[in-house]
């Protein structure tokens, strides 16, 4: 197991922090990322988390009122998880 990282994970690395559009296109077109789940993080940031379904890779951005994007952490084997079955 190889611990350098995979040539996918440093192209969207470099764009750190960029316009919004920009980088919803770039998760989107380029690494066929699909937006999962969002929440507000406070009243000017809100955290998504991007999954590319084929390859198990996601991308948590956070997005800001100013209309800025920063991709905060990536990684590999993203893994649904089923909720719990209510015991009642």
């Not at 470099?14 to 919803?24: K, N, P």
Request: net charge negative; hydrophobic share 40%; glycine share 8%.
């Amino acid at each position: 197991m190889s611990l350098a990282p995979r040539t996918e994970a440093a192209t969207i690395s470099d764009l750190f922090c960029d316009d919004s559009a920009r980088l919803e296109k770039q998760l989107l077109t380029i690494h066929g990322a699909q937006r999962l789940g969002r929440g507000m993080r406070g009243p000017d940031a809100l955290l998504e988390v991007w999954i590319a379904p084929s390859s198990g890779d996601w991308t948590l951005v956070q997005t800001y009122a100013n209309g800025t994007s920063c991709i905060v952490a990536m990684g590999e084997h993203w893994e649904d998880i089923a909720p719990a079955a209510d015991p009642a």
